[in-house]
């Protein structure tokens, strides 16, 4: 296993020697041991990894010497391996090895893991390996005798003809080990890899190379690397050459961010990070991909500053390979610009350098250069210099697609000439989802020297023209229906649809009417009972109904009505009953309407097939059923100009009108010309939760607390006193500490004459549940039957907890369905109202009450279905129990769990 052994391990290795100063014709010679000496120093120092496919020169660190008499060996550290091959002449202290150019004197590893090669001097055969380093021993030709000096009065150059390989894609998935490869995009690659741990050599497996692509944008590292490998004309010289390489030695310790930067300087490159994920670009031409103009960016976001260039005279540092790689140096330099600045005294340079650690050659440094002078400069001429913009801006998500590095176009009256194009170099999304985006101005003359893609500029849409005059009454207005805490009802998100010629007519808008259609949910006593069935189709119908004779107001003609029918649309699956209709007879409009026949209007022309008033669907209804008034209030907001106009502030009304069950809005806008069409918001709701509008509670709360356990008892704690009048919006009750022994049940009820009389309000219980115990009366509703949690419900849950203790068969007679339910619940159900039998399941059926027996928990129905014993029973649930102010609150516990009846209670009337 030594050959595994990638630790950098050098120990004194000693040789005895014959000392040729001493004696006489080689007679008589004393014999010495000479001891290697250690450079402890280069164990805090970095590995070096070398690129490079030429040959070439590197420094190796000494790591060990030894004075050998005729001779002075060393070793020295090359760099990281495994290397692809050395090339011929190294030097020791200047001198090649004694035997050059054979191999005495010469050992080398090119860093193998494993390595079979000894870490030390060629006489030894130490255990120490140091696999994955690449090495070399030389021997040269030494003065006689010993000659005692320092390790860092010595030196090794090292000439590597092939440097580390690393691994290349052609499409993602498809990817290839490469040796010896100069490209600094793949470099770059492998740079981040290895800074992620990943350090693959030509062995990696599938799994590997697979994570490996979730580091980096594949697509956009080959279209990169492809530039770096084309052929171009040298600018210094003939002949062609590659147009980027990178040949040099990375020997410093820095963060990855500046070897991205110091490496992709050398083939003009950028970088960013896109989706977590490293993205590589060249800079090599300035084709627009994205368009900005007014119309997409922020309003009076955008802001323009002249470009100060840092520097007019540029020089690059370089190691020279046609020099053998000493450092030389090229710089260019801008007399026009100079000029510019200087004025009459004298050209004015501003001086800057920049070392290009991977540039071997004057023809790619001096291509280099010129882009980075043209770029700092803004151009290559004073007209360019002139126009030439430091560009800042905010927009939208929309151009999220925008990232650092890409050339964009701005079309806008402040821009040089209009328009202009300009490369992201700031790229920032804020929280209200805007993004800040920085730049500088490019020109096409900048990458006239860089040979790769130059695809077309994206043109820019024109902005839509922005109409400053009325030419008639507003257009359909559109927004969101939204519900608010205290009895509130807003329209947000308001626009105004344009007309046919673009022009929406919100430029003089000063006036918005919201007029609700609802059910006052504290006076629901102005309802009628159809005394027959009502089918589907008819319309205009005329049906035979019967007045509620307790209610002092009355139907007229023209009033709009509501159908509270939870009963399942047959033909619309997953959807209720609900529909609105209009009183149109008999008599005039306006005329009182008693019980007998009523004539409703249940459609208008225009309205799409199958739907009744207020967008509402037509269903049919079974005798019994109730409708109710819907009321009309109207509200009138008058808006200031520019109410539709404001970037950032949507347009929003709001009303309040706390306990309603608001079933339609409609709302529309006026301007100088007069009111636009009116828009009907339908607010039906068809499906869950069950009722037929949307209800604006008004956020108040009445809560009960009983320390302790649990126990069977009435009036558990003095009653409250209701402030305010209101209807209920939901009743729950939860436990501190659970039980899994049984179930409980309580009663929360309501008394109007100061205690002598109570009326149920809610029946609810915890369910048991095992291993983990319930702890909420709605837990069982919200885990087994999908209801929302209190937060998100506007309707009490009616949780009774009633089933079926017998089968039931189908007859077109009234019979007794025989019902129990957990703990002490009642029946809570009362003659000439409707009950669902198996809510929500296959088998739904809404059936009337004929009449209820409470004391034997019973009831009689006609039932048109087979159910089965178990199925759940619940009530119709609105319109829900009214709290009027004096009235007083308490609960009862019916029934408790046993031994454990669980403790801490607390009981929450919402409304």
């Known amino acids: 296993m030594d050959n595994y052994f990638g630790g950098i391990t050098a120990k004194p290795q000693g040789v005895r020697i014959k000392d040729n100063s001493t ?68 030097k020791l202290d200047g001198q090649y090895h004694h035997g050059y150019p054979g191999s005495l004197g010469l050992m080398t590893s090119v860093g193998s893991d494993p390595n079979p090669v000894t870490f030390g001097m060629d006489t030894d055969a130490g255990p120490e390996r140091a696999a994955g380093t690449a090495f070399v021993m030389l021997r040269r030709s030494d003065a006689k005798g010993l000659q005692l000096s320092r390790l860092t009065e010595h030196s090794m150059e090292v000439v590597v003809a092939q440097g580390l390989g690393v691994w290349t894609w052609t499409a993602p998935g498809d990817c290839a080990w490469q040796p010896a490869l100069t490209n600094p995009i793949w470099i770059t690659v492998n740079m981040l890899l290895r800074a992620r741990g990943i ?38 010289g003939a002949g062609t050459e590659t147009q980027f390489k990178f040949r040099g030695v ?31 670009g060249v800079r090599v031409n300035s084709s627009a991909v994205e368009a900005f103009t007014e119309g997409n960016i922020l309003f009076r976001s955008l802001q323009l500053a002249p470009l100060k260039p840092s520097f007019n005279n540029l020089t690059a540092n370089f190691a020279d390979e046609d020099f053998e790689f000493v450092a030389n140096s090229i710089s260019l330099y801008d007399i026009d ?52 913009r430091q560009v800042a801006f905010k927009t939208t998500v929309l151009a999220l697609n925008t990232e650092p590095g890409m050339v964009c176009s701005m079309t806008h009256p402040d821009m040089p000439g209009g328009a202009g194009e300009f490369r992201v170099t700031g790229w920032r999304l804020n929280k209200d989802y805007s993004i800040d985006i920085q730049g500088r101005t490019v020109t096409d003359s900048m990458y006239d020297l860089v040979s790769g893609p130059k695809p077309a500029d994206v043109v820019p849409e024109p902005p839509a023209e922005e109409v400053l005059i009325d030419t008639g009454v507003p257009g359909v207005l559109t927004g969101t229906p939204r519900l608010g805490d205290y009895g509130t009802f807003a329209i947000d998100d308001m626009a105004v649809e344009p007309d046919a010629s673009g022009n929406a007519n919100i430029v003089g808008a000063h006036e918005i009417t919201l007029a609700l259609y609802y059910v006052d949910e504290l006076t629901t006593d102005l309802w009628a009972s159809i005394d027959e069935p009502l089918d589907k189709a008819t319309d205009p119908a005329t049906v035979i109904c019967t007045v509620n004779p307790d209610s002092e107001r009355a139907f007229r003609v ?64 079974p005798a019994g059923i109730r409708f109710y008034k819907l009321d009309k209030k109207t ?71 009983v320390p302790g356990p649990l126990t069977v008892q009435e009036n558990v704690v003095i009653p409250l006193k209701v ?32 205690g002598a009389m109570w009326e149920p309000i809610e029946y ?69 109202g409707f009950v669902f039998l198996d809510p929500g399941g296959a088998n739904e059926e809404c059936v009337r009450v004929v009449s209820a027996d409470p004391e034997n928990q019973s009831f009689k129905a006609i039932v048109t279905k087979d159910h089965a014993a178990g199925e759940r029973i619940r009530p119709t649930i609105w319109p829900t129990p009214v709290l009027y102010e004096g009235d007083d609150l308490a609960f009862d516990i019916l029934a408790v769990s046993s031994p454990d009846p669980g403790s801490d209670l607390t009981v929450v009337i919402q409304t």
């Open 23 to 90: 004696g006489v014709w080689g007679f008589g010679r004393s014999t010495l041991t000479s001891v290697s000496l250690v450079a402890d120093s280069i164990y805090d120092q970095v590995l070096p990894e070398i690129y490079t496919d030429s040959a070439l020169p590197v420094n190796a660190k000494i790591a060990m010497g030894r004075d050998e008499s005729d001779f002075y060996s060393a070793l020295g550290i090359v760099g990281e391996g495994p290397l692809g091959a050395y090339g011929t002449g190294h």
């Open 199 to 236: 350090r693959i050599g030509a062995n990696a497996t599938t799994q590997q190379l697979d994570y490996a692509e979730t580091l980096f944008d594949v697509d956009a590292a080959i279209a990169a690397a492809v530039i770096c490998d084309e052929q171009v004309s040298k600018l210094v």
């Open 250 to 280: 990375l020997q410093e310790e820095k963060p990855l961010r500046d070897w991205l930067q110091e490496v992709l300087m050398n083939c003009l490159g950028y970088y960013t990070f896109a989706n977590g994920k490293l993205k590589l």
């Open 337 to 388: 610009h100079a000029s510019l600045l200087g004025g009459a005294g004298g050209p004015l340079f501003l001086k800057s350098t920049v070392n290009l650690s991977g540039t071997a050659s004057k023809s790619q440094a001096a291509r280099i250069i010129t882009v980075r002078l043209r770029e700092e400069l803004g151009g290559i001429v004073p007209m360019e210099w002139k126009a030439a």
């Open 558 to 621: 023209g009033d709009f009505v509501v159908f509270n029918d939870e009963s399942a649309d047959p033909d619309n699956p997953g959807r209720r009953s609900y529909e609105c209709a209009q009183i149109i007879g008999p008599g005039a409009e306006g005329e009182v309407v008693p019980s007998g026949t009523f004539v409703l209007q249940r459609a208008y022309p225009g309205v799409p097939e199958g739907q009744a008033t207020f967008g509402t669907l037509r269903c049919a209804h």
């Open 635 to 705: 509200f009138t907001f008058s808006v200031r100009k520019g109410f539709f106009r404001t970037p950032g502030l949507p347009a929003r009304i709001e009303a309040q009108l706390p306990s309603a069950c608001v079933v339609a809005a409609l709302a529309g806008v006026a301007n100088h010309f007069g009111y636009g069409p009116f828009t009907v918001f339908p607010l039906s709701r068809h499906n869950e939760p069950y009722m037929p509008g949307l209800r604006t509670c008004n956020g108040g709360a009445y809560t009960f607390q």
């Open 723 to 754: 402030q305010d009048a209101a209807s209920i919006r939901c009743v729950y009750a939860y436990l501190q500490r659970g039980t899994t022994d049984g179930q409980s049940a309580f009663l929360v009820k309501i008394s109007r004459d100061g």
């Open 764 to 832: 609810m219980g915890i369910a048991q549940a095992l291993p983990d115990a319930y702890k909420t009366t709605y837990d069982f509703l919200v885990n087994n039957e999908g209801l929302g949690l209190p937060a998100t419900r506007r309707l009490p849950y009616a949780d009774y907890g009633l089933v079926l203790i017998s089968a039931v068969t189908a007859s077109p007679v009234p019979q007794t369905l025989q019902t129990a339910s957990y703990g002490a619940n009642r029946l809570g159900l009362v003659a000439g």
